[in-house]
């Protein structure tokens, strides 16, 4: 059976994170396991240790919500407590669960401390074991049925096509394919026309509504978020690596994280062996 598994803190984008987790589980016909995390109290501290008290209050908090959305699920939802760093729980818990993906609340960073202070929500997509969905509080759509699909000139930009295309069918969706222009030189600009052609293929073999636009500016992450708040879009997918050499990953891809008004789909590139990058992923 699937599993998804949910990072839940009680803020409303965590809330708003399960509503929208529902939407995936329902689709994968999957279950869903709420994860919190109680922070263990310091052996020095000199104020009482009160994690029996937080444990209770989020056990009772997780039952509610499974009240609240658990009847909206075809299969099971069900939480678990874990006690450590926040985020490498919850990727332990995806990992222990081979979760089919991980889905969390972002509160999103602005300005100058975005590229300096490691929000948990942007270690969860660099570290998670499964493609990630990272929403925000602004996103209350009960549907995702248009999906944007970014593509740049780096090697890996094509390994997230595999998935995105799982997740399209799954939901009936329709996706974007947008190629991504940050540069005036021809030789770069041929090969994104020409990656974006190969995935359009590939969405129009596996039955997949698709369409092909070009956007052009100074920054990638400018670029598609610029496209998302013209066009009514329900997600976007992102390559998540870290690798600042390329277009849209690293600071890039923490950006569209931060400030996407719709969920953020965040998928690892494998590692390949040769320049010849197989749509599947396994490159």
Known sequence: MSEIVVAIDFSSCSVNATRTAVIFANAFDANITLVHVCKPCSDESVYPDTQDIHYKEAEKRLKDMISDFGPLMKKEMRFRIRKGK???EIVNEA???DAVMLIAGTHGISGFEEYFIGSNAYRLVSLSPSPMVSIRTMFQKREIKKILFPIDSSRDTRQKTNFAAEVAQKLNAE???LGVYDTGIKEIRKKIKNYTHQVMK???KNGIKSSIDYAEGKKASGIILDYINIHD???VVM???KDSSTMIIGNEAQR???HSPVPVLSIHPKETSSSSISLSGSG
Do not use: A, C, H, Q
Request: glycine fraction near 0%.
């Open 86 to 88: 926040v985020y490498s």
């Open 95 to 97: 990992k222990y669960n």
């Open 175 to 177: 996706v974007r394919v």
């Open 202 to 204: 590939y969405f129009e």
């Open 233 to 235: 879009f329900d997600m």
């Open 239 to 241: 390559m998540s690596d």
């Open 256 to 258: 569209v994280i931060n």
